[in-house]
């Protein structure tokens, strides 16, 4: 399900659940997290002129928000582990011919061949690299104007105590609004008193003239 979540409350850490958002389950590490948004569609007409105007449109518009202590749970610390395996692994091959070339060992046409597996492998290997890194694994998107981090696939639970801490804080904020304004009233009659006191009928003293 759909989950948004303040940035503010991600921020200052009020906000952020106790499960993990991918699989529900109670957090049994916590890691920096860095979120970012998605660049807005009409950015990618920008790459009709060329990947460097897309890319600085890309870099400006970024709004990021970080989180000190994203939770994670076990099943995402063994996703972690097993897709960042699988992208070095597959990181493997390029090295390996690379290594062999130097070696001087002679492979002709198929060692292009093996060049543009090793190629390919190591392109999909940087994709297991990035989806298997805490970054990615909470699968949050940072709204384009920065205000709140998007969860389209949380689970239930992690939505579930996203709500309650979002009603937590917002009650938190209410009670602060209401002894700030609490104690301005008692100021302010605080004030009047001293001046009714200051100036009462019988006092020597006269109110400032106008
Ligand atoms: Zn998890």
Redesign the pocket.
Known sequence: MSIGIFSSLVTSGAGVPG???????P?VLRKRVRFISKPPGWTYALLLCGALPFLIAVMVLRKEVKAEAW???????Q?HKQRTLIGWGLLLPLVLLIAITFAGVELGQTGLWLLLVAIVACAVGFGFLARGGYRL?PQGDVAQDGSAIGFKKA?PAFAAEAQAAYERAAQQHAAQQQTAWQANQQQAQAQQAALHAAYAPGTSQQPPQA
């Open positions: 499960v993990c958002s991918r699989h529900g389950e957090a939770p994670f749970c076990a099943q995402c610390r996703l694994l689970h």
